[in-house]
């Protein structure tokens, strides 16, 4: 049951964007997450739309993939647009009680919730065309300059992969202990919250023991095929820029300073 | 020249309380001699806690001798400077596949080893390849491990070493946690390693079935070596072994209750096809 889990959403495709460099695509999500809360104004809205659904378009990922994304915030972005809808002071539209909506209400709540659901699909993107593997190299490479003010970037990436490599392990586990405390009458589904959290303790610990041991074991075997921290350490899948990279880093720059270029003089001028 | 020469060699566990005084100190190899010559199938035998562990990390410099001292391929462990080259030359597989495997593909498992030790990057890729295909393992180099099979798994844990280009492979129980189907594949592995690449092969196990090809084999007990021998030598003596709380492959063992019931069959007989030999003789 609990084998069903997926983690790292990986859409495999044979697209422009998955064989982009996962830094390049670190920063873009970045820059695209904020020009959508800088921007202002129908215009720049139009201009992230059309980015958005035109790097959908090139990453050959099924536009219902990125829409999954969206079903866990649901509850998040009615809260975010009932809060913004109904709390914002401003020009009274409709007024019921205490509650009132405002022309500003209106228009907020549905900025707000553009904004999270091109939150959501934006980083999407970059989650299904990019392996677990390849974000934490990126990430790693990334960040090098860091480490320089002594920040242990190598152990922090060597940490994440090894994580990513035990949660299904570790998941796994969890599942074949609850069947052996199910088999001996644990109870894990029927009760209220307290009682349900108490019958997490009997699966929780052996579950603990078990990652110590694993982490234990880990360590000495990476120790005996000779691992000694980033020093000295070469790598077998470098990451090179080329010709695609660099065109990305022009087309998204182009792209943030042109939503700049909306905010500003649009906001200032035309309006 | 010799590829492990262990001298005198003592490991002890020491417990401690809370206070830091000794509480109990449990000597898990009592003045081991070992001396094993390049190109070698030695197999290690011994019951639960009988030290056969401890001795193995000792090879690979993951636990320090307390006396005595333990040369890999002429040198020192005991030496800080020897540390990298003692495991680069001595690379050890451990029991659970899981725990050992470090990457989540399996090519990139198989590279860490010389990322570590600094190999250029296409170097890596000639040593990943090659090692994979030793253990014919090459045709799952984009699969997770996590969709592998226990004696596959083992088998990239093999080719991960490998890797290292290491003169000798010593395995603490590779097959403990396999289903029968994988601990043959992993045995195959292993020999050919040894036929094929000329590895020093030093399998640490509790199967009897598995340790009938050995050139050498080693039985500890309680932290000592207590036989020593050709597998002849060593299952000739089902009693002793009997002692030391260990099992003999069943083909000797059969050999053995008939020569006790009054057949006329020598002792030390490992192979199924040896047995039907000598009955056959008889019979006729």
């Known amino acids: 049951m609990l084998k069903d889990i997926t983690l790292g959403q990986y859409y495999p495709a044979k697209s422009v964007i998955h064989q982009l460099d996962p830094r390049v695509k670190l920063f873009g999500t970045m820059l695209f997450i904020i020009s959508l809360f800088s921007f202002r104004g129908i215009p720049a809205f139009v201009l992230a739309t059309i980015f958005l659904i035109w790097v959908i378009h090139i990453s050959k990922v099924p536009f219902s993939y990125m829409v999954k994304g969206l079903k866990s915030i649901v509850v998040l972005m009615i809260i975010t647009g009932l809060f913004n809808l109904f709390l914002t002071p401003g020009e009274v539209l409709v007024k019921f009680g205490i509650f009132k909506i405002t022309y500003e209400g209106i228009s907020s709540a549905v900025l707000m919730v553009v904004r999270l659901m091109y939150l959501i699909i934006g980083t999407s993107v970059m989650t299904l065309t990019t392996t677990p593997n390849q974000l934490t190299d990126g990430l790693e490479k990334a960040l090098m300059p860091f480490s320089k003010i002594k920040l242990p970037v190598h152990e922090i990436a060597m940490m994440m992969s090894i994580a990513l490599r035990f949660i299904p392990i570790l998941i796994e586990e969890t599942d074949k202990i609850m069947k052996a405390q199910m088999a001996r009458g644990a109870d894990f589904e029927n009760g209220n919250l307290l009682k349900k959290a108490k019958a997490m303790v009997p699966l929780l610990v052996p579950l603990f023991v078990s990652a110590f041991r694993r982490a234990n074991d880990l360590a000495m075997a990476m120790e005996a095929r000779c691992y000694h921290g980033g020093s000295g350490r070469t790598k077998m899948k470098p990451l090179h820029y080329d010709k695609t990279d660099k065109i990305a880093y022009v087309t998204l720059i182009s792209y943030f300073a042109l939503m700049l270029v909306l905010r500003f003089v649009w906001v200032k001028y035309i309006v | ?284």
């Open chain 2, 1 to 284: 020249m010799s590829i492990i020469e262990a001298k005198q060699l003592v490991h002890e566990y020491i417990r401690r309380d809370e206070e830091g005084n000794v509480e109990s100190i449990q000597t898990a190899l009592d003045h081991v001699d070992l001396h094993v010559e390049p190109g070698q199938f030695i197999a290690i035998l011994g019951h639960n806690g009988s030290g056969k562990s401890t001795l193995a990390k000792h090879i690979n410099a993951l636990l320090m001798p307390n006396e005595g001292t333990l040369y890999v391929d002429g040198k020192d462990t005991k030496d800080e400077k020897n540390i990298w080259d003692v495991r680069q030359t001595a690379g050890m597989v451990f029991q659970n596949p899981d725990n050992q495997i470090i990457a989540s593909v399996v090519e990139e498992d198989v590279g860490f080893g010389p990322e570590n030790i600094g190999v250029p990057t296409e170097e890596i890729w000639q040593r990943v390849e090659k090692s994979l295909r030793s253990v014919g393992m090459w045709e799952y180099r984009a699969h997770s491990p996590n969709k592998l099979s226990g004696g596959q798994k083992q088998r990239v844990a093999i080719a991960g070493v490998m890797a290292m280009q290491p003169k000798c492979i010593v395995l603490d129980e590779p097959t403990a946690m396999l289903d029968p189907c994988g601990r043959k594949e992993v045995l195959r592995a292993v020999h050919e390693l040894n036929r094929k690449c000329g590895v020093t092969i030093i399998l640490i196990t509790h199967y009897m079935e598995e340790v009938v090809d050995a050139d050498q084999i080693f039985v500890m007990d309680e932290g000592h070596i207590v036989m020593q021998g050709t597998p002849k030598k060593i299952f000739s003596d089902v009693e002793q072994l009997k002692k030391y709380r260990l099992d003999v492959p069943q083909i000797t063992l059969l050999a053995y209750e008939l020569k006790k019931e009054g057949l006329p069959i020598p002792d030390g007989i490992l192979t199924r096809e040896e047995l039907v030999k000598i009955l056959e003789q008889q019979v006729k």
